[in-house]
């Protein structure tokens, strides 16, 4: 009572105030001493009294008093309060986050001074949590992180940055990536921007030890985000876009890769390659250096396999997006690709090759680096060869300058050294090699070429010579890039009819896949158009030379005929629809197949497709309307009753598609 006996009056009063309220909690006085914190003259007074009274009963006060100080909208008087007993509320304060954050970021939202005021009062009420409370304030986080409202969403995200940066207790980062990960795709750029800052605040605080063992939250997160992105049809990452980039997450990744287990490490690789393929390149330029520096430190190191092709086709993807800015690293990485083309495992020989043909876009000089690959083709190991032979295609595909003549006859001779080998794969892609060098060369250099080394006499050289020129042919048909005079072009076509009937089976097989590839090409470019026109020309007594397969002792050929067709009308009906008269005929006597239900099969699976039967009957329809009565009858039934029931395109064909287009 010594307080009642010496203090001013006004601060008897509220000291009779704090007296009841601590007796009675849910008093009426309560109320009143809130309100005089919005009173500048009591303000200071009341707080204090508040403050003192939730020191001692913070328990059984606070849900009484909380609700009272976050009115709608909150003031900036209501959440200096709030921050000032927070100081002093304890363990109580834990239990009305659910109450306070919601009311705070409303708060928060409010323009100009009284918004940032009240931010910072908030900043201060969280900054109280501590190990104790911490599960409860990220599970009040992680419920309006979703919130449908872009404020609230906003909000919280700007006070788990703060809180982050402020906080000594411990956390498992894990759910704060999964939450605030997506949130850079948000549909609102200040959430973004938000999530942005939480995320850098993350990576600062974080030990680097601690860093490796996120990496598989965050590729789940950034895996679900591509998700999204596919749905909208979007490539770009918006919060990657922001200054800084990816600059909150590639940190992860770095330490992953250079310190984590060889497991974490191909994962920091393929995360890297996540980030790449997310980022435009404008955004993605300030850090090429920062990348590309760990990637080729690693990969020259004893990891294992999978490291190493997983930082090959980040680099390969990093060639792709940014390949301009990284000219610098051009000496070390051909060393690198190089060298990885000479390893044991297939999959990391095939990343390299890729990866050597893309950086040869940014080569100053071709020819030592042909001189090189070449030098490994006379490596023994069939593997390292194909290798070779890949990356050898994929550098020349790129080439823009002339090739210097010691190494163009140093590589013919090479590449036809190839031919008699009795490995078909490493043939054939001897063979396409060849082809694209021919492409490199100029309309009378490529004329010369090909007489001299393509267009032999019927019949020349062994099967295997034959097998090796018609697949280098037909790559040169089919180029866009080959420069062909359209006298040449004639005579090249003319030049697969011989093989029609060599006595060969591989190569009556092989032929039909090159005329069902050259009727494929680009028609956007001026090139293709002209292609087009030459290829209509031609088409008739290719497609008869194709017919005459159907019936070839060989079933093999006979199916390799009829796919071609099929391969043809999928791609330019135009072009089977005005040779019917002499493809369903022969088709017909395939559908009666009995010795070869393979044949049969893809007879049918052919006549679907010529016929187009999977968009109308109308070709049919055009067919039988010309065509006696018995066969008309028999081929009108067997097309309601087989082919119509067919599905337009088998697993088999689309898998053969793909194999095509990336031949």
């Not at 044991?344 to 690959?373: C, F, Q, S, T, Y």
């Not at 019936?551 to 050929?557: A, G, H, K, L």
Request: proline letters at 6%; one cysteine or more.
């Amino acid at each position: 009572m010594i307080f009642l006996k010496f203090a001013r009056q006004q601060l008897r009063h509220l000291i009779c105030f704090m007296m009841d309220l601590v007796q009675n909690p849910q008093s009426k006085k309560s109320f009143h001493l809130c309100l005089q914190l919005e009173d500048p003259r009591q303000a200071d007074d009341a707080l204090d009294g508040l403050r003192q009274i939730v020191a001692v009963r913070s328990t059984s006060v606070l849900p009484f008093l909380i609700p009272k100080l976050i009115s709608n909208p909150i003031t900036v008087s209501q959440a200096k309060a709030l921050a000032s007993l927070a100081d002093v509320a304890g363990r109580a304060l834990y239990y009305q986050l659910s109450n306070l954050i919601p009311a705070l970021i409303g708060g928060m939202a409010r323009e100009g001074d009284a918004g940032v005021e009240i931010k910072k009062h908030a900043e201060a009420v969280l900054a109280q949590v501590n190990q104790e409370g911490i599960h409860l304030l990220f599970q009040e986080f992680f419920k309006l992180i979703k919130d449908n409202n872009a404020n609230t969403r906003k909000g919280v995200v700007e006070l788990i940055g703060a809180f982050l940066s402020s906080t000594n207790s411990e956390f498992d980062p894990s759910p704060i990536l999964d939450g605030l990960i997506p949130l850079l795709n948000d549909s609102k750029p200040p959430v973004q921007v938000a999530a942005h800052a939480a995320l850098t605040n993350l990576s600062k605080i974080l030990k680097k030890e601690a860093l490796p063992p996120l990496i598989p939250s965050i590729r789940s997160a950034i895996a679900s985000v591509m998700e999204e992105l596919r749905k909208e049809r979007k490539e770009v990452l918006p919060g990657f876009s922001l200054p800084q980039g990816i600059g909150p997450l590639l940190p992860f990744f770095l330490q992953g890769l250079m310190f984590g287990s060889p497991e974490i490490r191909a994962q920091s690789a393929d995360g890297i390659g996540d980030l790449i393929k997310l980022t435009s390149e404008a955004s993605l330029k300030p850090h090429v250096v920062q990348i590309t520096g760990p990637l080729i430190r690693i990969i020259g190191d004893r990891f294992p396999w999978q490291v190493k092709a997983a930082i090959l086709n980040t680099l390969s993807l990093l060639l792709d997006k940014a390949g301009a800015h990284i000219k610098p690293f051009l000496p070390p990485l051909q060393t690198t690709f190089i060298k990885a083309l000479n390893d044991p495992i297939k999959e990391v020989r095939l990343h390299a090759a890729g990866a050597l043909g893309k950086l040869m876009a940014l080569a100053p000089r071709i020819d030592p680096l042909l001189n090189e690959l070449l030098t490994g083709l006379n490596n023994t190991e069939k593997g390292v060869k194909e290798a070779v032979l890949q990356a050898l295609q994929m550098v020349l595909d790129k080439v823009t300058t002339k090739i210097d003549a010691k190494v163009s006859a140093n590589l013919i001779q090479s590449l036809t050294a190839i031919t008699e080998t009795e490995d078909d794969a490493l043939r054939s892609r001897a063979a396409k090699v060849l082809a694209a060098y021919a492409c490199t060369l100029d309309a009378d250099e490529l004329d010369a070429f090909l007489k001299k080394v393509v267009l032999r006499p019927p019949g020349s050289g062994s099967w295997k010579e034959q097998l090796f020129i018609l697949i280098c042919l037909g790559h040169i048909i089919s180029s866009p890039r080959a420069k062909m005079s359209k006298s040449l072009f004639s005579s090249s076509v003319a030049a697969l009819f011989p093989f029609f009937t060599s006595d060969k089976p591989p190569v009556r097989d092989a032929v039909c896949g090159v005329v069902s590839q050259i009727f494929v090409f680009n028609e956007d470019s001026a090139a293709g158009k002209e292609r087009k026109e030459e290829m209509t020309s031609s088409a008739s007594p290719l497609i008869t030379s194709l017919s005459s397969l159907f019936s070839d002792p060989t079933n093999d050929v006979r199916i390799a005929a009829l796919n071609a067709v099929k391969s043809i009308a999928k791609r330019r009906p135009e072009v089977i629809g005005a040779h019917l008269q002499r493809l369903i005929p022969p088709l017909i006597e395939r559908l009666k197949e009995r010795a070869s239900m393979t044949v049969k099969l893809a007879a049918e699976r052919t006549l679907l497709h010529v016929l187009q039967l999977q968009v109308s009957d109308a070709r049919l329809e055009e067919y039988t309307r010309t065509a006696d009565p018995a066969s008309a009858k028999y081929l009108s039934d067997y097309c309601k009753r087989v082919i119509s029931k067919l599905e337009p395109t088998s697993d088999d064909e689309a898998e053969a598609d793909a194999d095509a287009e990336s031949s």
